[in-house]
């Protein structure tokens, strides 16, 4: 391997991979997460529809989707 090829590799490499997990992190919880899990309803604005253990089980949905749909990206 060339070490002047790493180099510009990591400058192209870096960005887009950033570019790519913020894009999915704002698509895991703004769209995906809250159209499979709680019928549109963000994580932080759960505890104003639910309650008690309905609310402790769509929090725990939430997260699970949400980790695993960024384990797959």
């Given at each position: 391997?060339?070490?002047?090829?790493?180099?510009?590799?990591?400058?192209?490499?870096?960005?887009?991979s950033s570019v790519f997990d913020l894009t999915t992190y704002l698509f895991m919880y703004f769209i995906f997460c809250p159209l499979f899990v709680s019928h549109g309803i963000l994580y932080t604005d759960l505890p104003a529809h639910f309650s008690g253990a309905i609310l402790a089980a769509m929090q725990l949905k939430y997260v699970g989707m949400f980790q695993a749909g960024w384990f797959v990206e």
């Amino acid at each position: 391997w060339d070490a002047s090829s790493i180099g510009s590799f990591m400058i192209w490499m870096g960005p887009t991979s950033s570019v790519f997990d913020l894009t999915t992190y704002l698509f895991m919880y703004f769209i995906f997460c809250p159209l499979f899990v709680s019928h549109g309803i963000l994580y932080t604005d759960l505890p104003a529809h639910f309650s008690g253990a309905i609310l402790a089980a769509m929090q725990l949905k939430y997260v699970g989707m949400f980790q695993a749909g960024w384990f797959v990206e």
